[in-house]
């Protein structure tokens, strides 16, 4: 019979231990457990929580970015989460990637291809399947927006350039990146995104849009189609 977190000493039960000592104390699976509540007959909060974190396929032990992309059914393999403590932590991933987002996106300026990768890593690089977003910036290269264009399999993305294009032919953008991902962690390019990128190069210059770059994001690696170039005055310039 597992020890139920009500009998444990007041400074080793996590709601306990928070107010006594700041969140900052508390373990990964201490701070789950708070957004679990409750365990089960078998398992504490504290137990289940483990349980979820033994699902992440990471060694760093204070990487918890895998939570993100874990699915409600994944989490509820474990007996004792159900769909309301799935549908909990699956809320709590989704706001730690909005927190992520740029508040103000009027006030970044993207100068260079690390610019783009800082912004999006921690968003994309545990997607399970390939995502494509597109920057939108204006003359002087300041965000102005960032457009979800296409979600792919686990492999590739396809997509016609008018896909990518509507939406900064709408808002008369200057310029624009793509970013996307490759679950594998890899983020060298593929035939496909090269020919891809080509594409809508050529298209975009027709319409008087700068496709500035393409950045591929991996696990904790980018990659730029483009050879990490930085953007200065509109014009590509190698770093």
Request: aromatic share 4%; hydrophobic share 40%.
């Amino acid at each position: 019979m597992p020890v139920k977190v009500k009998d444990l000493p007041p400074s080793e039960r996590p709601y306990e231990k928070l107010a006594l000592y700041g969140e900052a104390k508390l373990s990964n699976a201490e701070l789950l457990a708070i957004i679990i509540k409750t365990g089960t007959k078998e398992d504490t909060s504290i137990g289940l929580a483990q349980k979820v974190l033994s699902l992440g396929d990471t060694r760093d032990d204070q990487d918890l970015a895998f939570l993100q992309a874990l699915s409600i059914e994944e989490l509820m393999s474990i007996k004792g989460i159900g769909k309301v403590k799935a549908f909990q932590l699956k809320a709590v991933g989704e706001l730690t990637k909005r927190m992520a987002r740029p508040t103000n996106s009027h006030k970044i300026a993207i100068t260079r291809s690390q610019d783009v990768a800082n912004l999006l890593m921690q968003e994309l690089k545990n997607e399970k399947r390939e995502i494509l977003k597109l920057l939108i910036l204006n003359s002087k290269n300041f965000l102005l927006k960032i457009v979800d264009v296409a979600v792919g399999g686990t492999n590739h993305i396809s997509l016609e350039p008018k896909h990518v294009l509507y939406e900064p032919i709408k808002m008369q953008a200057a310029n624009i990146i793509l970013v996307h991902n490759h679950p594998s962690g890899d983020p060298n390019p593929s035939n496909a995104d090269i020919l891809m990128t080509e594409r809508i190069h050529e298209v975009a210059d027709i319409m008087g849009i700068n496709l500035l770059d393409h950045i591929i994001i991996g696990n904790d690696k980018f990659k730029s189609i483009f050879k990490n170039r930085a953007y200065q005055n509109n014009v590509l310039r190698k770093e």
